[in-house]
């Protein structure tokens, strides 16, 4: 699931603006000591790495070979969070070096990606962390986590690896709920239990910055629940419902089967079973009840204009949830598979409603608003 950060950033420039260029310029910040042989071994490194189509999947010289054997997709900061990734976007919000630190065993590469308003202001998007340490006598890279979690506290319950801050104090009691939630999604869907890692803090922000995303567009704000799945190396993170975080796990078994699903309903389908931010879907169909009654003038028929509601509710993942919910009153798992089979264009989406619920893209508008009075009346 991509959180509401990536929805911000997206919906100002296409994938095709994002697109990377041959060659990425690295700004180096004048207080990195770029004459020290490791220190310059590493930069040279980054740099190579950068320019190195880091966003595609395949065995690249200068990661290390323990996190590719360990994950499917090494670069953890590549498939999370920001869609489609940071590297993607090098072409618009530049990276630059802002420290380099030594640590044990290597040295720590701090670099922000920004670009600049026409004001001359910085506009940051992140600022991430990778490791570079030394593999048969060559520095090569390797995510933060590792480091960064070092001394967080390992529980195992079922199938799920609970990681967390030392400080806390393990529930077994929810530790145990969500291993059974786990167990009972399997069963569902008739699909094998799968080893999920699990990273979770009290805020959010802990578990990104242990990550490797020391800052990102989104941080701060009220605290309230929030999290992530990379599904492609079946690790969930997540931070405010502790133990308890079913959204994500919904998203690590469902959405490998449907690679080609609409993105409303995969985060609509991980809301009608696992809630979002802490709250039910019924919850978040009441909020959106009174926000549609408080704004008559906004048109649903063109549905992905609004996809900002306020950083409690988000509009896909309602308005996805109970077209779920509906598929699922209408037909069971099955209906709920077909919804997912039209595919992951915004006409497929229109298409997929018209098709299961016999509304046209120009009704679209009163049907919402009155299927979602109903449903929040309950």
């Given at each position: 699931?991509?959180t509401?950060?990536t929805?911000?950033?997206?919906?100002f420039?296409?994938a095709?603006?994002?697109?990377?260029?041959p060659a990425?310029?690295?700004?180096i910040?004048?207080?990195?000591?770029?004459v020290d042989n490791?220190?310059?071994a590493?930069l040279h490194l980054?740099?190579?790495?950068?320019?190195?189509n880091?966003?595609s999947?395949?065995?690249?010289?200068y990661?290390?070979?323990?996190?590719k054997?360990?994950y499917?997709h090494?670069?953890?900061?590549?498939?999370?969070y920001?869609?489609?990734?940071i590297?993607?976007?090098?072409?618009?919000?530049?990276?630059t070096?802002?420290s380099v630190?030594e640590i044990?065993?290597?040295f720590?590469?701090?670099t922000l990606?920004s670009s600049h308003?026409?004001s001359g202001?910085?506009q940051p998007l992140?600022?991430?962390?990778?490791?570079a340490?030394?593999?048969?006598g060559?520095?090569?890279l390797?995510n933060?986590l590792?480091?960064n979690?070092k001394?967080w506290?390992?529980?195992?319950?079922g199938?799920?690896t609970?990681?967390?801050?030392?400080e806390?104090?393990f529930d077994?009691?929810l530790g145990e709920r969500?291993s059974?939630f786990v167990?009972?999604l399997a069963m569902l869907?008739?699909?094998?239990?799968?080893?999920v890692e699990y990273y979770?803090?009290?805020?959010?922000?802990?578990v990104?910055?242990?990550?490797g995303l020391?800052f990102?567009?989104?941080?701060g704000n009220?605290a309230r629940p929030g999290?992530?799945a990379?599904?492609?190396?079946?690790?969930?993170?997540?931070g405010?419902?502790?133990?308890w975080?079913?959204h994500?796990f919904v998203?690590?078994?469902?959405n490998p089967l449907?690679p080609?699903?609409?993105?409303?309903?995969?985060e609509?389908?991980a809301?009608?079973l696992?809630?979002h931010r802490?709250?039910s879907?019924?919850?978040?169909?009441?909020?959106?009840?009174q926000?549609?009654?408080?704004?008559p003038d906004?048109n649903l028929?063109?549905l992905?204009?609004?996809?900002h509601?306020?950083?409690?509710?988000?509009p896909?993942k309602?308005?996805g949830?109970l077209?779920?919910?509906?598929?699922?009153?209408?037909?069971?798992?099955?209906?709920?598979?077909k919804?997912?089979?039209?595919g992951?264009?915004?006409?497929?989406?229109?298409?997929?409603?018209?098709e299961?619920f016999?509304v046209?893209?120009?009704?679209?508008n009163d049907?919402?608003?009155?299927?979602?009075?109903?449903?929040?009346?309950?």
């Amino acid at each position: 699931m991509r959180t509401i950060c990536t929805i911000v950033v997206l919906v100002f420039c296409s994938a095709s603006f994002f697109a990377q260029t041959p060659a990425v310029k690295i700004s180096i910040n004048n207080g990195v000591d770029t004459v020290d042989n490791d220190i310059a071994a590493v930069l040279h490194l980054w740099k190579k790495y950068l320019n190195s189509n880091p966003d595609s999947i395949y065995d690249n010289p200068y990661w290390s070979k323990d996190d590719k054997r360990r994950y499917n997709h090494f670069d953890l900061l590549r498939g999370t969070y920001f869609d489609p990734s940071i590297y993607a976007m090098m072409s618009y919000y530049k990276p630059t070096v802002l420290s380099v630190s030594e640590i044990e065993g290597g040295f720590r590469i701090r670099t922000l990606f920004s670009s600049h308003t026409d004001s001359g202001f910085a506009q940051p998007l992140c600022i991430t962390e990778v490791v570079a340490a030394k593999e048969d006598g060559d520095y090569k890279l390797s995510n933060a986590l590792s480091y960064n979690t070092k001394s967080w506290s390992k529980t195992n319950v079922g199938s799920i690896t609970f990681i967390h801050p030392r400080e806390h104090t393990f529930d077994r009691d929810l530790g145990e709920r969500m291993s059974r939630f786990v167990d009972s999604l399997a069963m569902l869907w008739n699909i094998p239990v799968q080893p999920v890692e699990y990273y979770f803090a009290d805020r959010l922000e802990l578990v990104y910055k242990a990550l490797g995303l020391d800052f990102y567009i989104g941080e701060g704000n009220h605290a309230r629940p929030g999290g992530f799945a990379d599904t492609h190396n079946r690790i969930v993170y997540a931070g405010g419902e502790n133990e308890w975080y079913p959204h994500e796990f919904v998203h690590i078994y469902i959405n490998p089967l449907f690679p080609n699903a609409h993105g409303y309903f995969l985060e609509g389908y991980a809301t009608l079973l696992g809630g979002h931010r802490g709250k039910s879907l019924s919850w978040h169909l009441k909020r959106m009840n009174q926000y549609l009654h408080d704004h008559p003038d906004l048109n649903l028929n063109d549905l992905f204009s609004f996809w900002h509601m306020d950083f409690t509710t988000d509009p896909s993942k309602v308005f996805g949830g109970l077209l779920c919910k509906m598929a699922e009153e209408k037909g069971g798992l099955p209906a709920v598979k077909k919804l997912f089979s039209f595919g992951s264009s915004n006409d497929d989406f229109y298409r997929a409603i018209e098709e299961m619920f016999g509304v046209k893209r120009e009704g679209l508008n009163d049907f919402l608003r009155s299927t979602i009075a109903k449903y929040a009346g309950k």
